[in-house]
């Protein structure tokens, strides 16, 4: 089962920063794609906005949750 949604907490996994760092993150891909702040931001609009390879921060998360 894939992902769609990506949380501040996966952020900071993926990206291996601080939860406040995680969360700015998360704010300013929600800006760029006009969300608004109760708005999820997607795994696929992450990656993009990162310029991380899908299958990877996929992978990366399945990996993590299966500790």
Do not use: W
Not at 16 to 32: E, L, P, Q
């Amino acid at each position: 089962m894939s992902r769609i949604i990506m949380t501040p907490k996966e952020v900071q996994i993926i990206l291996g920063g601080s939860s406040s760092y995680a969360r700015k993150v998360v704010r300013v891909i929600k800006k760029k794609n006009n969300k608004l702040k109760h708005q999820k931001i997607t795994v696929k609009e992450f990656c993009r906005d990162q310029g991380l390879e899908l299958q990877d921060v996929i992978q990366e998360l399945k990996e993590f949750y299966k500790r």
